[in-house]
């Protein structure tokens, strides 16, 4: 009985012409290897996401206000908690920062002034209340026998009349403008700005570089979101990806990225108000092929096949390929840096 013939390799497969024109383009590449390549297996599964995330933050601070009563209503509003106070939101992403004042002037009450006491005067700085200060002219004219004269400014009394109080010793108290009274309230000062991250996840080893840079991703998931104090980002995501189909984002990655970069940051006056989030897919293929009389360098456990990624087409229609396992990428013997192809060369 004749003995059986092996199936010649199948090298007409488009994976494979993929490769070649990927092989044809590197300096340091050489093609022969591919002349008797056989695709052994494709992945259409695989895929990289880019995640964009986006939370508005909310810093909120209180200050007392006050200014001269002048008979205002004051309804003496007790003070709520400052997030209780809804003067909208802005965009949830936002290029700067944006600040909003707001005078709660439901709580304003009034009280008596401080500074006098509530009399409308206070006494003199200058002269402490006295009306009349130190003589500075004293004692700086004298003759040559040492026999004082008397000083003009003061007469020999060593006292002026304070010209700030006019010899009063009160002055009008400013802060009240002489009514005794401040009207005081509380001013809600809100500031919004924007903490953006980006991750990225494949069950591919396609770098990161690689997936940032490729063209050919589609929007997948795009959601804005309201939040609250209360909310889970866990168990938010886990139901919103649970009804896209194929979904294989890793639900605690992009909550660690979350914790990591956003929750992190937010202190004890600040608040995580809305989020946003984009989830951009690229579709990947994994093509895996062998080549008799070549080894994976790469992975001993593969023997004689290896692995390349295609993930789209590029700018000038060249196909996108990501591989680091291909046997005739360089030459062991002259170095990485001036790879060619020899018959003695090592990686064979």
């Known amino acids: 009985m004749a003995s059986k013939v092996a199936p010649a390799p199948d090298t007409s497969s488009p994976f494979l012409d993929i490769m070649k ?3 044809q383009s590197k300096m340091c590449y050489h093609p022969s290897a591919l002349m008797n390549a056989n695709v052994t297996n494709v992945n259409t599964k695989a895929t990289a996401y880019q995640i964009d995330l986006w939370t508005l933050i909310d810093r909120r601070t209180i200050e007392q206000q006050g200014r001269p009563y002048n008979g205002e209503n004051t309804p003496q509003e007790q003070l709520r908690d400052p997030w209780s106070y809804d003067f909208g ?5 936002l290029e700067n920062r944006q600040k909003s004042v707001h005078d709660l002037m439901q709580t304003s ?5 401080s500074k006098c006491n509530g009399h409308g005067m206070h006494n003199c700085a200058s002269c402490h209340g006295r009306g009349r200060r130190a003589c500075t002219h004293c004692g700086t004219t004298q003759n040559s026998a040492q026999h004082a004269h008397q000083c003009i400014s003061c007469h020999g009394t060593r006292t002026v009349t304070c010209s700030n109080c006019r010899g009063h010793g009160k002055v009008s108290c400013t802060r009240c403008n002489r009514r005794g009274v401040l009207l005081h309230w509380h001013r809600l000062t809100i500031e919004w700005y924007t903490l953006h991250s980006v991750s990225y996840q494949s069950n591919t ?3 990161v570089k690689k997936i940032k840079q490729a063209p050919g991703k589609q929007i997948y998931l795009s959601l804005e979101q309201g939040w609250s104090q209360t909310a889970q980002f ?3 995501f886990q139901s919103r990806l649970a009804t896209l189909p194929n979904c294989s984002v890793k639900i605690n990655e992009l909550t660690e990225d979350y914790n990591k970069k956003h929750l992190q940051n937010i202190k004890q006056n600040m608040r995580m108000i809305a989020l946003k989030c984009e989830i951009q897919k690229l579709d990947i293929t994994e093509v895996e092929y062998e080549i008799e009389g070549f080894t994976n360098k790469r992975d001993e456990n593969m023997g004689n096949k290896f692995r390349f990624y295609h993930y789209g087409v590029g700018k000038e229609n060249e196909p996108l390929v990501y591989e680091n396992d291909y046997p005739l990428n ?3 013997c002259c170095g990485a840096g001036c790879a060619h192809y020899s018959k003695c060369c090592t990686v064979m």
Request: a positive charge; glycine letters at 4%; proline letters at 14%.
């Open 21 to 23: 024109t990927y092989v």
């Open 89 to 93: 939101r802005p965009a949830i992403v």
């Open 109 to 113: 009450w009034k009280a008596a002034c």
């Open 205 to 207: 080893p396609l770098p």
């Open 234 to 236: 866990d168990q938010y």
């Open 330 to 332: 360089t030459c062991g």
